[in-house]
């Protein structure tokens, strides 16, 4: 069609991986597991006939109407409708998941990481787009893989509830990426379902991985609208197809910072979610405290805009070992202080060295060992229980513990922040203390003003993150708008991330975090940082900018 391809998509099975098929003692196994799960007494063989007989009747039912069902939908109306559905809904997606296993183990070619990486390198826009009854499979696939962040979209028809060849669920995948059907090229392995969907979705290429199954296809050579433009017997013969193009542009820059927290396992490289941050829209990058030196190797000063280093970075000794050997800067063993200090001091150098004006600290603890306490907490107030005697009881123990204990783990913190105040003067880094996660961290608010009263805003200040205050207020600690109200005037950045109960690092708009009061309260010059966990995936990045935008958050440039 002549069309210059912009994206890439993709089908998984056939497509990126293959399935060996297991012995029947691995099946019989499976089985054993379903039944265990469903807590049932069923002949083995009767039980395994009848889901296949079910399994056929969705199937035909599915290809004539071009349906997918969700796996609760699945299994409570078509493959278990004789059991009560509450329980089967229950556990849909573990049920398939054994069932699916059945079919064999789903191995990923060995050359498609390579392949996929380098069409991403060479300036392509990818997607995945599949008909599967499992929508957890393939984002575990990718996510294995350390490449799902380099995928756009993934399209599962059982998440859409249609499949291929309706060219239907093509055209969401283009819609989301905002790519004309006409620049996409598709690459499947069947012609009957993937090359007939891709030339009615009006793509300019069809691409088929060469099987033994597809040479008795109904349609394979008889419809020449059915023709793929190219057949492989390998991924790697799309190399030969599409070369080197010009990295696409950012429709919208957003005056933001992307947390490289989102960068663990999602990418191999960190130079591969610096090109994904700017092809979003991201005008700059925050270093969190998961980077370690290696992954930092070729890293020029000036070549990406760092906004801010998150010690403890580099993380060559991790956040939880400084932890659990207390090498914290409110440490009260003064070895083990210096050791905190230490750390702290390696990311101001980091900072100056790759040109980042700001370090974002943590402060330490009250006391080691108080993880328990809390976990419990969250987990009475997430089964709604915050009003229980047990709930109260815990509340009132943690703010004992707080109490019997900051005093000295204070001392020794203002020690440690004169200290790192004095070693990042000379290099002009100025510090951002933030509010914690946990209650039993330094600082409390009434901390953070001691604190903030050692130096002037132009060499110490406040990274106001809502994610934390928001799950400290629901547990009954500390007021969320309170860190705003006090401290506004001393906000030199803010950790941006939605909230669900009492979990956190969410993208923007998938929670109910109060986005319209940080934003009235934050300052224009602060710096923000979308600092979002890795389990989003890149639309959920995506739409958290605009729903940031939309909230007055953040702006575009």
Not at 206 to 225: K, L, Q, S
Not at 248 to 273: C, E, H
Not at 344 to 354: G, Q, V
Request: aromatic share 8%; proline share 5%; net charge negative.
């Amino acid at each position: 069609m002549g069309k210059q391809i912009e994206a890439i998509l993709f089908d998984m099975g056939g497509t990126l991986r293959s399935t060996v098929s297991k012995s029947k003692s691995e099946k019989q196994e499976l089985v054993r597991q379903m039944l265990d799960l469903l807590d049932v007494e069923f002949p083995l063989d009767e039980f395994t006939s009848m889901l296949a007989a079910h399994a056929d009747a969705y199937r035909r039912w599915a290809q004539e109407t071009l349906i997918e069902l969700s796996e609760s939908d699945l299994w409570t109306k078509w493959m278990l409708p004789d059991l009560p559905a509450g329980k089967i809904r229950d556990k849909a997606i573990q049920l398939n998941q054994l069932y699916r296993s059945l079919a064999g183990t789903k191995i990923v070619f060995p050359e498609t990481r390579d392949v996929i990486l380098e069409l991403f390198r060479r300036g392509y826009r990818l997607g995945l787009v599949s008909n599967t009854t499992s929508s957890i499979e393939v984002p575990a696939a990718l996510r294995d893989l350390n490449i799902s962040g380099c995928f756009e979209v993934v399209i599962l028809s059982t998440v859409v509830g249609m499949r291929k060849p309706d060219p239907a669920i093509l055209l969401e995948a283009t819609r989301r990426m905002g790519v004309a059907p006409e620049n996409c090229a598709y690459i499947g392995d069947r012609v009957d379902r993937d090359v007939a969907a891709a030339r009615r979705a009006g793509f300019s290429k069809a691409i088929i991985m060469r099987g033994t199954r597809h040479e008795n296809d109904p349609e394979w050579g008889h419809d020449p609208h059915f023709v793929p433009d190219h057949v492989i017997s390998n991924l790697t013969g799309l190399l030969d197809i599409f070369p080197r193009r010009s990295p696409p542009q950012p429709a919208v820059v957003y005056d933001v910072s992307l947390s490289t927290m989102w960068a663990m396992k999602n990418f191999p490289t960190l130079v591969d979610f610096f090109e994904v941050a700017r092809r979003m829209g991201f005008a700059r990058i925050e270093l969190n405290h998961k980077v370690t030196t290696p992954m930092l190797d070729g890293i020029a000063p000036g070549q990406y805009k760092i906004s801010s280093v998150h010690e403890p970075c580099p993380a060559d000794v991790s956040e939880d070992e400084l932890k659990k050997r207390d090498w914290l800067i409110s440490s009260t063993d003064e070895t083990n202080r210096n050791e905190g200090v230490n750390a702290i001091k390696r990311s101001i150098s980091m900072a100056e060295r790759l040109g980042a004006p700001v370090v974002v600290i943590h402060a330490g603890q009250t006391l080691p060992d108080h993880d328990r306490l809390e976990k419990k907490l969250r987990e009475l107030l997430d089964a709604g229980q915050r009003d229980s005697d047990e709930y109260r009881t815990i509340h009132e123990r943690m703010l004992g513990l707080r109490s019997e204990n900051e005093a000295a783990s204070f001392t020794s913190l203002r020690k440690s922040i004169q200290e790192l105040l004095d070693y990042a003067r000379p290099l002009h880094v100025r510090l951002g203390l933030e509010n914690r996660f946990h209650f039993l961290e330094h600082p409390s608010p009434n901390e953070l003003e001691i604190l903030l009263g050692m130096a002037g805003q132009e060499q110490l200040g406040f990274i106001f993150d809502i994610g934390h205050a928001e799950t400290l207020d629901r547990l009954g600690f500390y007021l969320g708008k309170e860190w705003l109200e006090r401290f506004s005037s001393r906000i030199i950045g803010t950790h941006l991330h939605d909230v669900i109960t009492t979990d956190d690092h969410y993208a923007a708009g998938l929670g109910d975090a109060n986005f319209e009061a940080a934003a009235r309260l934050l300052p224009e010059n602060a710096f923000r940082t979308c600092e979002f966990q890795n389990f989003n995936s890149p639309e959920q990045v995506k739409a958290g900018l605009d729903f940031l935008v939309k909230h007055n958050c953040i702006k575009k440039l």
